[in-house]
């Protein structure tokens, strides 16, 4: 069974916005943050955003810095990422993330212990 469950994905305008959101499914557990990834067709995987429980840090990978937010809700091992001012250049399969170990550094996808399946984004111009 799949840990966590992303949904939200679909088709989106450019200048547009879209909410994923994620959510534990099934499986008990405790989680110090969580996170969202993205995979572009052809391209490696990239941290997106994550958030840190304990003092609701926030971290945003340059590229959607401004446009992008994530929220949640650390008791229930839920996440949301808002997409504002989406582009082509978002298109990509999109994973949540929950950090168990209380990692570091949460850009590092090593240091997450569950993921989603993924749901995809497309945008269109």
């Known amino acids: 069974q799949v840990p966590l469950v992303e949904s939200g994905g679909g088709l989106v305008q450019a200048g547009g916005s879209l909410r994923l959101s994620c959510a534990a499914s099934g499986r008990t557990f405790s989680s110090y943050g969580m996170g969202w990834f993205r995979q572009a067709p052809g391209k490696e995987g990239e941290f997106v955003a994550a958030?840190?429980?304990?003092?609701?840090?926030?971290y945003y990978a340059d590229s959607v810095k401004g446009r992008f937010t994530i929220s949640g809700d650390g008791p229930r091992n839920a996440v949301y990422l808002q997409m504002n001012l989406p582009t082509p250049v978002d298109t990509a399969v999109y994973y949540c993330?929950?950090?168990?170990?209380?990692?570091?550094?949460?850009?590092?996808?090593?240091?997450?212990?569950?993921w989603g399946q993924g749901t995809k984004v497309t945008v269109v111009s």
């Open positions: 958030i840190r429980w304990s003092v609701g840090s926030t």
């Open positions: 993330a929950a950090d168990l170990q209380a990692a570091s550094i949460l850009e590092f996808h090593a240091n997450y212990s569950l």
